[in-house]
Structure formats: structure tokens, C-alpha cells
């Protein structure tokens, strides 16, 4: 009786050793890419929730918000404001590897009376949370 596959065959094993080297070359890097990604920021959070790049890609995320206010990529610490219903580019360079919270920080709301408090001071308040960037190593 023969067996149905036989890796024995040198056929079948220059096949499979071809597959191998294309995985590797699939996995393996290769140069930083131009990317063009539409995030919707909804009911508070991204989608996508989690953006996915390598280092060195030249990352446009093309923001499409219903609400207006400020979008904050933490670690590269960039932000970049928005308003409801325009759509918006936000280019960002991924130089460093790692995972970067994106917040957004809602459009201050004016109250009479009320001085102006610019300080450039830390505001952690006030900014939610909508989703990550992830820059894998190339
Ligand atoms: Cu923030």
C-alpha cells in the first residue's frame, strides 16, 4: 500500500521548503509602507480598537469623529483636534515601537463667567480612553 503523501519525494520537499522561505520573507520587514488608515471614533471608542503598524511606517490615520475635540497619542505625545463630522488626517511617523494609548479629549465646554484656566500644566482628567497604537518592531 502507498502512502497518500510522502515527504520523501524531493518534489515535495523542494515544495515545502519554498513555502518556508516565502513565510520568512512574508515576516521578515521589509520596507517601511505609506499607510492610509480610517479610524471612526463612536459611542466612545475606535474602530478599529487597536491600529496595527511596523516601526517606520508613514501612518495617516483619517479620524472620522461625531463629536468635536482633541485626539492625544500618548508616548509620541501628538495631538491633533477634530470637529464633528469633518474628516480629519493625522499623520503620525511610527518611529517607536511599542503600545500607545490614544485618548480623546472632549472640546472644552465654555461656562460664563468662568475664567480661562490655560495652564500648560498635565490634564489627565477629563480624557478618555479609545484605543491603542501598536508599532511592532520591522
Ligand atoms: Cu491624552
Known amino acids: 500500500m502507498k502512502t497518500p503523501i510522502c515527504f520523501k519525494n524531493p518534489i515535495i520537499?523542494?515544495?515545502l521548503g519554498g513555502i518556508l522561505l516565502m513565510l520568512i520573507a512574508a515576516c521578515g520587514?521589509?520596507?517601511p509602507e505609506e499607510l492610509d488608515i480610517?479610524?471612526?471614533?463612536?459611542g466612545g471608542s475606535l474602530t478599529p480598537g487597536t491600529i496595527q503598524v511596523k516601526q517606520g511606517d508613514m501612518?495617516?490615520?483619517?479620524?472620522?469623529t461625531e463629536e468635536a475635540g482633541e485626539f492625544h497619542l500618548h508616548g509620541y505625545d501628538v495631538e491633533m483636534d477634530v470637529e464633528a463630522g469633518v474628516p480629519?488626517?493625522?499623520?503620525v511617523l511610527a518611529d517607536i515601537t511599542g503600545r500607545f494609548k490614544i485618548t480623546f479629549h472632549a472640546a472644552?465646554?465654555?461656562h460664563e463667567g468662568e475664567e480661562?484656566?490655560?495652564e500648560g500644566g498635565e490634564n489627565e482628567e477629563g480624557e478618555l480612553e479609545i484605543g491603542i497604537l501598536e508599532v511592532r518592531p520591522r
Open 13 to 15: 520537499l523542494l515544495i
Open 29 to 31: 520587514g521589509g520596507e
Open 38 to 42: 480610517p479610524i471612526k471614533l463612536e
Open 59 to 64: 501612518v495617516t490615520l483619517m479620524i472620522e
Open 88 to 91: 480629519t488626517d493625522f499623520f
Open 108 to 110: 472644552e465646554e465654555e
Open 116 to 118: 480661562e484656566h490655560d
